[in-house]
């Protein structure tokens, strides 16, 4: 039987790839480099703050800045995933690697970091710290605090929730003086645009449409990642099918499988207690449940299971992250909003 290909350059659909463009992000781009540019002066980069939903181009719009940084200047940079490396300890070895100044070894992170200021002298440098929002508290104060300490030092801080500097701590905030850059939801159109161009580079011409890619672009609510990634699994279910176009069909549940693996991939690059805490609320099904019935039912969890609970404070910060992320939505159950009614949010 003869074989149907539509997907022609996979590479083109996956997660890595960077597209020759980043449209309807100008904005945050110039922003980004007008943040930067000091450090083409010698100076000290503003500290920066990208925020906004998955999927919004925070994590390409910062490593396109980098690119450029790289390219265009000596300045020298690091781009640090706070999920793989989410500790002080780690952050400190992953500098030290990335500029082969010392072998990653068992030094502690405070002479690392002494290492790195050394090296670095009064040189501008530029760190980004991707998915900020992600690890304890604990870890994150004592990272922006150590690394905003260095004097010719820029942080680029990524996260979701534009509330997350409520959750940093006052002491380490007065020092790392973020300005903010806001990364707002795509619009349909936008998302029409970016998945046409990914459609040209990577499938086969006859196999898409634009009803195709509207459709793909009004599921996937302003989410690029759930966009680019339904039009791989509908391409692929396409080829299974034997159908050499994408019919509607296709789309419907590659977009299901996209929002699943979304959903998958956060809660993994979130803490135990978050997927704890996810797990409670899904469990109370599409009734929900009260914040502070959860606050309950995560204590009895972490007695049953033998795990100390964290802070009550911390807990909220969780629940938020959850909220930010998209995971659960919440609505407020009292007068005042102090009690909130938490269930997992439905899809599309
Ligand atoms: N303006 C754009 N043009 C083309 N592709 C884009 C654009 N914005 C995002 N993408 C693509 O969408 C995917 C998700 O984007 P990105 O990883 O930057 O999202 P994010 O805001 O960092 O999300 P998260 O908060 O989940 O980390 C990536 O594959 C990226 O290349
Ligand atoms: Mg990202």
Known sequence: MEEIRIIREPAVLSEEYMPASLSGREE??????????????????VNIWL???????????????LQRLRRESPIQSVYINWWKHNS?????????????????D???AALKLERFERSIGNKPFVIVLDEIDK?????????????????????VAICNSRYFLMNVDPRVLSRVALRQIAFEPYSAEELVGMVEQRAREALVSG??????????????????????????????LAESDRSR???????????????????????QSLTEHHRAIFELIKGSGSEGMLSNTLWQGYLRHCSDIGKRPVASRTFSAYVATLISVGLIESERADMRGNIRLLRVKKEG
């Open 51 to 65: 925020y906004g939903n998955p999927g919004t181009g925070k994590t390409a719009v910062a490593r396109w800045a």
């Open 207 to 236: 196999s898409w449409d634009q009803e195709t890619l509207g459709r793909i672009a009004s599921l996937s609510d302003g989410d690029a990642r759930v966009a680019i990634q339904t039009l791989n699994n509908a391409a692929e």
């Open 28 to 45: 945050q781009i110039h922003q980004l480099n007008l943040r930067l540019a000091p450090a083409l002066k010698h100076r000290k980069p």
């Open 88 to 104: 002080l300890y780690l952050v400190a070895d992953e500098i030290v690697k990335e500029l082969r100044i010392m072998f990653a």
């Open 135 to 155: 690890p304890a508290p604990k870890e994150r104060n004592a990272i922006l605090y150590n690394l905003a300490r260095i004097g010719s030092v820029g942080l």
């Open 106 to 108: 068992k030094t502690e």
């Open 245 to 267: 176009v994408i019919l509607a069909q296709h789309v419907e549940s590659g977009f299901t499988s996209a929002r699943e693996l979304e959903q998958r991939y956060l809660l």
